[in-house]
């Protein structure tokens, strides 16, 4: 059975703190790894990343996926309130675009 | 930009009655999903769909069932509601996998209360 575990659970920083957050699976046939962000409503799609070591980056968000250590990391620095969500991490393992999702991590950016 | 209606925000029913949960997606994607997700466990995915009128079993579709009569159209249905089954429930939707790897798109979610 797929899995995947995301640490921390939740997280409460300032306003201009960089933040990490893991994500670590198991999974068969490993195809991708995803990062979402989830505010009040639908999860929007933050990477996809596929091959290890290449980092993808957006503005102050950065993601790279470790397969020899079955992890992946998203950086968000100079953190702002509006970066207050859960981001999910999930991963496609099979033929089909299923994904399996970790529990995600809450972050609360303090002003 | 990718669209995916889900028909109601928010919704109450009562034990025993049937439910339906409607999804709608405009990029003529082929695969559709529906997920529940409750605090701690993340999304699990309840059934999907590769095509019209095919459907497949996800984690946990105990109680629920699925219907796919139009490629852009999704809809989840809960036979006997029971308690347990008050969540958030997300529909999504991707273009197929044999084209290229593509992520899923989200619609907002309805959140379902079951008295």
């Known amino acids: 059975e797929d899995k995947v575990v995301q640490s921390p659970l939740s997280l409460v920083v300032h306003e201009g703190d960089t933040v990490t957050l893991n994500c670590s699976y198991e999974v068969t046939n490993f195809r991708s790894l995803l990062w979402y962000k989830q505010e009040k409503k639908a999860p929007t799609f933050l990477f996809m990343l596929t091959s290890s070591g290449i980092e993808k980056k957006s503005g102050r968000l950065s993601s790279i996926l470790d397969k020899k250590e079955l992890s992946s990391i998203l950086n968000i620095t100079a953190t702002q309130t509006g970066d207050s969500a859960i981001y999910l991490c999930a991963v496609e393992g099979n033929a089909g675009n299923m994904l399996t999702f970790g529990g995600g991590t809450r972050l609360m950016v303090k002003p | 930009d990718v669209k995916v209606t889900q028909s109601s925000r928010y919704l109450v029913k009562r034990t025993g009655e049937k439910v339906f949960l409607e999804c709608v997606q405009d990029m003529d994607h082929e695969n559709m999903f529906w997920y529940r997700q409750d605090p701690g466990l993340g999304l699990r995915l309840i059934y999907f769909s590769y095509d019209v009128k095919m459907k497949e079993k996800g984690d946990i579709p105990e109680g629920y069932s699925v219907s796919r009569e139009k490629k852009e159209r999704f809809s989840l249905i809960l036979e006997s509601a029971s308690t347990n089954q008050t969540s958030m429930y997300l529909c999504?939707?991707?273009?197929?996998?044999?084209?290229?790897?593509?992520?899923?798109?989200f619609g907002d979610g309805t959140r379902l209360s079951i008295l």
């Open positions: 999504a939707s991707s273009r197929a996998a044999g084209l290229s790897n593509q992520p899923q798109h």
